[in-house]
């Protein structure tokens, strides 16, 4: 199998296998009653101060309704609080409960599990290479998003 072969073999089945190994490695526990769209709407809250509903849907591309609706289960489930704004009573504010800052954590450690497996065994200038075609892969992906949302 040529270079070729072999990235295109990679890229159309990795996106998959992320999916299906994050959502065994994530979604066990004390976490079985969400999915991994909950852990990254709880990623996009984050465990920095309260977040107004449309800067979280910016972050995930959603619209306000259908973090609206996440964030509703969330809050029943005990991961998500909603607050008013101190400063301005009309806006709600959204944070992360103590079980929602420890699902927080999960998910990190998850991700930081696959980053330090990819960089283990490589040097510095192969590290650079492979962020350097990271980067090309999302600025593909985003160029070819907005090529085609018109």
């Keep these: 199998m040529d270079h070729y072969e072999a990235i295109n073999d990679i890229l159309v089945n990795l996106f ?3 999916l299906d190994i994050e959502e065994k490695a994530l979604i066990s526990g004390e976490y079985k009653d969400i999915s991994v769209n909950d852990m990254h709407v709880i990623e996009a809250i984050g465990i920095r101060d309260p977040r107004n509903m449309s800067a ?3 972050d995930l591309s959603v619209t306000v309704g259908t973090l609206t609706i996440a964030v509703n289960s ?3 489930k005990g991961y998500v ?4 704004s101190e400063e301005d009573r009309r806006v709600v504010l959204i944070s992360l409960t103590d079980k929602g800052e420890r699902a927080y954590y999960h998910h990190r450690n998850f991700h930081d599990k696959m980053v330090l497996a990819v960089l283990k065994d490589l040097n510095e200038r192969e590290t650079e290479a492979l962020t350097r075609a990271l980067v090309k892969l ?3 992906f985003r160029t070819y998003e907005k090529e085609n949302q018109e």
């Design 16 to 18: 998959n296998e992320i």
């Design 56 to 58: 979280v849907s910016r």
């Design 81 to 84: 609080k909603r607050v008013r």
């Design 74 to 76: 969330l809050v029943k």
């Design 138 to 140: 999302q600025s593909f």
